[in-house]
């Protein structure tokens, strides 16, 4: 049986083979269309390799197009959304899962049906929320409202890895005299390492490829764009700088594949735990 399933692997591996490369033919095409001239990006469709490489494409993204700013808006926007996102999620899991609450079940029942409301027909009440805080056009601004929501997948993750701990790590925290928040950031957060992980790559690229959020939110303040938004910058009253806006895309697409490539395991551990609990 063993031997069958062995044969078989590398005839599957020769299926999956086209698929692989038609998925990925997208992203490398971009990848050399940000090294060709707008005439060659038009006219050479589906071709690969520019005629000369056009680096000066990226360094006009990063200073003339103002990539290098909203490089860094998106770093500090999407570093402190994930920060505070966890912290909220793996509270709300920790509760949910180890926690005797009264009325448990509707309330995750609830959680489950906030799934199925869009972000955007939130936006509305986020907005008033930061326009009274007098956040409006600032990063704090947009960091709240990129951290709002529900989070009610994160928040099961947690709930299902911390629901199937061993009770006596928390009776070992008890008698040592810890609390129910220190057994929480001593003992049970740094088990769950894995969750982290994945709920943060998650929340890293929700908040890193977000484009409608931090758009109404800087509507006044063009400089506090983060890169998805930034791309408006390649886009004129009369042409397009499409060559220019695929090296920003590139430029855009560069941390969320490092990010994963990264915590890659951490990612695929927390995901097999959570589902195995």
């Given at each position: 049986m063993?031997?069958?399933?062995?044969?078989?692997?590398p005839l599957l591996h020769l299926l999956l083979i086209p698929f692989c490369l038609?998925?990925?033919?997208?992203?490398?095409?971009?990848?050399?269309?940000?090294?060709?001239?707008?005439v060659e990006y038009v006219g050479a469709g589906l071709r690969l390799l520019p005629e000369s490489f056009q680096w000066e494409n990226y360094s006009r993204a990063w200073t003339v197009a103002r990539f290098s700013d909203y490089f860094q808006n998106s770093v500090v926007i999407t570093v402190s959304s994930v920060l505070i996102v966890l912290v909220v999620s793996a509270l709300a899991g920790y509760s949910l899962g180890r926690g005797e609450l009264p009325g448990k079940?509707?309330?995750?029942?609830?959680?489950?049906?906030?799934?199925?409301?869009?972000?955007?027909?939130?936006?509305?009440?986020?907005?008033?929320?930061?326009?009274?805080?007098?956040?409006?056009n600032t990063i704090p601004g947009v960091i709240l409202a990129e951290s709002s929501?529900?989070?009610?997948?994160?928040?099961?993750?947690?709930?299902?890895?911390?629901?199937?701990?061993?009770?006596?790590l928390e009776e070992a925290a008890e008698i040592d005299g810890a609390g129910f928040i220190r057994t929480f950031g001593q003992v049970m957060l740094p088990l769950s390492k894995p969750v982290l992980t994945t709920a943060g790559i998650m929340q890293f690229i929700f908040t890193w490829n977000s484009f409608f959020v931090p758009l109404v939110f800087t509507l006044?303040?063009?400089?506090?764009?983060?890169?998805?938004?930034?791309?408006?910058?390649?886009?004129?009253e009369n042409s397009v700088d499409y060559t220019g806006m695929a090296a920003g895309a590139a430029i855009a697409l560069?941390?969320?594949?490092?990010?994963f490539v990264l915590f890659q395991r951490y990612f695929v551990d927390g995901i097999a735990g959570s589902v195995k609990g």
């Open positions: 063993r031997l069958r399933k062995k044969a078989r692997q038609v998925w990925s033919y997208p992203f490398v095409w971009m990848l050399f269309s940000s090294l060709k001239t707008n079940r509707w309330i995750l029942l609830g959680m489950a049906a906030l799934m199925f409301i869009p972000k955007g027909y939130t936006i509305i009440p986020v907005f008033q929320v930061i326009k009274h805080l007098g956040l409006l929501g529900a989070h009610v997948i994160f928040i099961l993750l947690f709930m299902a890895f911390y629901r199937d701990l061993p009770k006596e006044n303040k063009p400089e506090l764009r983060t890169l998805a938004v930034g791309m408006y910058s390649f886009a004129g560069v941390p969320v594949v490092c990010v």
